[in-house]
């Protein structure tokens, strides 16, 4: 809304690191709060994965902290472990990756790779942060209502979501406030990407990144808002005492419940997958994004297909929108109906598969650089590639009979998201670290943390599909203890909890070596990686207003080993020879 | 933003009081219709369709939409598109069910 | 640098960053409504009987020329400062902001008058969505009422310093004003008439 202020004089403290509206320093404020509630997020996790290795024994050390509300001597209480479910899904999706994705990622590298001066709204900007800030304060104090945190799962379904504790009422409105900040941010990602790409940028000469992060504003921008309307609506369900949700004659614990009835379970599940799907989109997106920047970059040469992987994206995106209710196959649905999600399913994994095909491809005949960033790149391939291909049983209706809501489910979209994006995002923070420092992470504990990671996320997560196509659901407090068809496969849970644990100590490398870099990291030159994209032809740290004149772009975003350059990488902004 | 002339403005004028009349007109039309007590099906279609062209004119002439840039367009038919998902196929998942 | 295409427009798109912004915000509220007429849609068609003549026809039919009367005075304060007639444009977008008032104050009658009466939105899914949409729909209002109050007042000491950024953003203005009326055109024959 406003011609920014390019020339700021002396900026107080709280104007210039708290309340600034540069989209650096924003970018950097989402960096570091998402990565604290991936930290938290993945906390929770470690605490269930105790009570599913060794059911009803006392959680160590932090088990009398938790008070007799929650794990009374220690032991977890069913109602606690249903919150720890709930409340690491959404802290992980929604405070977690999609604002380092897309709020850090998306923030500090866009504007320098488009060559812009900020985005296009800076004051937004800083809204969307504090807004999000707002949304993630009131998720975490959920957790010390009466009766605790959200416990309907993430996907807070209806009725039981209706009239669970103040917890969920907590959850909505902290959604509200997150898909409030979401909506902010994509308006400004889009007209940021439309409106202020340098002289020359075309299109297609845009760096995948930056094709990846405009379509998942697109996503953000019109599937959010049934979300937001379908919290509306819960919310007036639990405290206006309307029966969106609830339908006739419900009763609860031996009573009925007095409400006027009428309404529908489905329409909560309709509401939310539409967003929901969406959303695993918006979670993958980004993370292609990265790891084609950095295979680019670590191969020398130009990414094969980059027509094809941008035509992919775009399809992509459409298709999400019209493939919601594979999640709600057994819901009674009809044939017709089903056989139309099942093929808008089908389909859309076509452009996943030509995506990663063509980063496949991309290394071929590449000078291939083992860097830290490029280790995750690479493992980014198979990991997305199970997470995928593993998926497609879901996607038809006559699979997914055996296993819906098992662990099947959890093993498939945790490969997607955790050896999947997460490493896409690992693989970013080492890559764009020096943009930032002007040092470099060290290499050895980055291989530390990457093989160390790779290993414990493949233990945690491949025995799920076992145990899963065992028929053991989710989201049962004892992981299947009681059940007679659990028995054979019920071992697997201690070996993945210790998975996880080992997983954990695994990231202490990265943690530290991320604060000690800041500080003690090797210094490097300017354009370390020798990359070809805008964002490395900025002074480090770029300055207030990122270039020092507007940048002008001659060339497609890949130009590695040119044949007859003098280097084996050629800049965006470089003039073509006279 | 291009400074159009005054006079193109009065043109631009004469075009919204036009158009405001023509609004008040179909709100009575459409209110009218009401008191017929049609059957639902064209209750429905005759209600929609007069709501319809009174959304067309506020967006076309007041919100200038008939004379906006390609982007903008784009942008709105991709979001129509979806709109139109939105309403119809909850209703279509609710109506093709397993009895 | 400063953030180019804030008054001018660009011209590969010819657009200004505002109006695309604006317009990409629209299409958001789109899906927003969109998501409450298809919960109507759902919850009247799997209902066993919906209400009839429950609702003031006639309030509302005034209520429906009240908006759409405010949106022609909005479009006619940004045709005033594109004439460049200042006072016009306080006219024009005071009698916006008053007929916010009326709109509002009818929906005070209508919604006290069923209030008093029991008719509340837990009594059936058809006045939960009913005080659901009008109600989000009122706090639209609202708060276009005060981005327009505040373009009447001190917001509109930027026609003296910046006269063409002022005027696109009484063009922005405009359109969600707009867009809350065509979200009301909607609304009032869905609610009220069918």
């Given at each position: 809304m406003e011609g920014n202020h390019?020339?700021?004089?002396?900026?107080?403290f709280w104007r210039k690191y708290?309340?600034?509206?540069d989209h650096k320093v924003i970018g950097i404020q989402y960096g570091f709060t998402s990565l604290l509630f991936l930290l938290f997020g993945f906390t929770l996790m470690m605490v269930m994965r105790w009570q599913l290795a060794y059911p009803g024994q006392p959680i160590p050390i932090i088990g009398s902290w938790l008070g007799d509300d929650r794990a009374p001597q220690g032991i977890m209480l069913p109602e606690f472990y249903n919150q720890l479910g709930a409340m690491h899904g959404t802290i992980m999706v929604f405070l977690g990756i999609v604002p380092l994705a897309v709020g850090a990622f998306g923030n500090y590298v866009m504007p320098l790779q488009i060559g812009?001066?900020?985005?296009?709204?800076p004051k937004l900007n800083m809204m969307s942060y504090w807004v999000y800030f707002m949304g993630g304060v009131t998720m975490l104090t959920s957790f010390v209502m009466p009766g605790g945190a959200?416990?309907?799962?993430?996907?807070?379904?209806?009725?039981l979501s209706d009239i669970a504790t103040i917890g969920q009422t907590v959850w909505l409105i902290g959604m509200v406030f997150l898909i409030t900040s979401s909506l902010l941010g994509s308006v400004n990602f889009i007209v940021t990407i439309v409106q202020l790409?340098?002289?020359?940028?075309?299109f297609m000469r845009l760096p995948f990144f930056v094709w990846a992060q405009f379509v998942t504003s697109f996503l953000l921008l019109l599937a959010f808002p049934p979300l937001e309307a379908a919290g509306v609506l819960q919310l007036m369900d639990r405290?206006?005492?309307?029966?969106?949700?609830l339908p006739s004659g419900l009763v609860v614990t031996g009573q009925p419940l007095n409400v006027s009835g009428g309404g529908s379970p489905l329409l909560w599940q309709h509401l939310f997958w539409f967003l929901a799907h969406p959303e695993v989109y918006v979670l993958i997106l980004p993370a292609m994004g990265i790891v084609a920047e950095v295979i680019a970059n670590n191969t020398r040469k130009p990414l094969w297909g980059y027509k094809s992987m941008v035509y992919a994206a775009i399809f992509l995106g459409f298709m999400s929108f019209i493939v919601w209710a594979h999640h709600m196959?057994?819901?009674?649905?009809g044939t017709i109906i089903s056989t139309f999600f099942q093929t808008t399913t089908m389909i859309i994994s076509i452009p996943s598969i030509i995506i990663l095909t063509a980063l496949f491809i991309s290394l071929w005949g590449g000078s291939i650089r083992f860097t830290t960033p490029m280790l995750f790149a690479l493992a980014f391939l198979p990991m997305f590639g199970i997470g995928g291909l593993t998926g497609l049983p879901l996607g038809l209706s006559a699979t997914d009979?055996?296993?819906?809501?098992?662990?099947y489910v959890i093993g498939h979209f945790h490969y997607v998201v955790a050896p999947g994006t997460i490493f896409a995002l690992f693989a970013g923070i080492y890559y764009w670290f020096p943009k930032l420092t002007g040092r470099k992470m060290n290499e050895t504990l980055g291989r530390i943390h990457f093989f160390g990671s790779f290993v414990c996320m493949n233990a945690i997560f491949m025995p799920m599909f076992i145990v899963g196509l065992a028929g053991v659901s989710r989201r049962l407090w004892d992981g299947g203890a009681q059940y007679a068809h659990a028995q054979p496969v019920l071992h697997w849970n201690e070996f993945m909890s210790h998975g996880a644990w080992a997983l954990g100590v695994f990231q202490l490398f990265f943690i530290f070596n991320l604060f000690w870099s800041i500080r003690k990291g090797k210094k490097v030159e300017e354009n370390y990686w020798h990359?070809?994209?805008?964002?490395?032809?900025?002074?480090?740290?770029?300055?207030?207003?990122?270039?020092l004149t507007a940048p002008e772009v001659f060339r497609p975003p890949y130009e590695y080993s040119?044949?007859?350059?003098?280097?084996?990488f050629t800049p965006q902004n470089q003039r073509m020879e006279a | 933003m291009e400074l159009t002339h005054a006079e193109d403005i009065k043109k631009h004028v004469r075009v919204y009081i036009t158009v405001f009349v023509t609004l008040l007109a179909l709100t009575i039309i459409t209110v009218t219709i009401s008191?017929?007590?049609?059957?639902v099906v064209p209750a429905i279609i005759a209600a929609l369709i007069i709501a319809s062209v009174k959304g067309s004119l506020v967006a076309s002439y007041f919100m200038h939409l008939i004379s906006e840039k390609k982007i903008i367009y784009a942008a709105l038919s991709l979001t129509v598109v979806f709109f139109l998902v939105l309403i119809f196929v909850p209703l279509l998942a609710m109506s093709d069910r397993i009895h | 640098m400063e953030i180019p295409?804030?008054?001018?427009?660009?011209?590969?798109?010819?657009?200004i960053n505002a109006k695309l912004g604006i317009w990409l915000f629209l299409a958001s509220e789109v899906m927003l409504f969109g998501a409450l007429f298809s919960s109507y849609i759902l919850l009247r068609v799997g209902a066993v009987e919906w209400p009839h003549h429950v609702l003031d026809v006639p309030l509302a039919t005034v209520n429906t020329a009240v908006l759409i009367t405010s949106s022609i005075t909005m479009v006619m304060s940004w045709a005033s400062l594109m004439m460049k007639d200042f006072k016009k444009y306080k006219i024009y977008m005071g009698a916006t902001i008053l007929l916010g008032f009326v709109f509002l104050t009818i929906k005070y009658f209508e919604y006290s008058h069923h209030i008093q009466i029991g008719?509340?939105?837990?009594?059936s899914t058809f006045f939960a969505i009913y005080f659901t949409m009008t109600g989000l729909h009122m706090l639209h209002v609202i708060g276009g009422m005060i981005v327009n109050s505040y373009f009447w007042g001190p917001?509109?000491?930027m026609w003296k310093t910046e006269p063409e950024r002022f005027t696109n953003r009484i063009e922005v203005a405009g359109l969600y004003w707009h867009f809350v009326d065509l979200v009301w055109i909607f609304l009032f024959p869905v609610l009220y008439l069918l």
């Open positions: 390019s020339h700021d004089h002396e900026l107080g708290v309340f600034s509206q812009a001066p900020d985005m296009a709204f959200a416990n309907s799962g993430w996907t807070s379904y209806p009725p790409r340098a002289k020359g940028l075309t405290l206006a005492g309307t029966s969106f949700f196959f057994m819901t009674g649905m009979i055996p296993l819906h809501d098992t662990y990359a070809t994209t805008l964002e490395w032809a900025t002074p480090t740290p770029p300055p207030h207003g990122n270039f040119v044949p007859g350059a003098k280097r084996d | 008191y017929f007590n049609l059957s | 295409y804030t008054i001018k427009a660009r011209p590969d798109t010819g657009l008719e509340i939105p837990s009594k917001g509109s000491k």
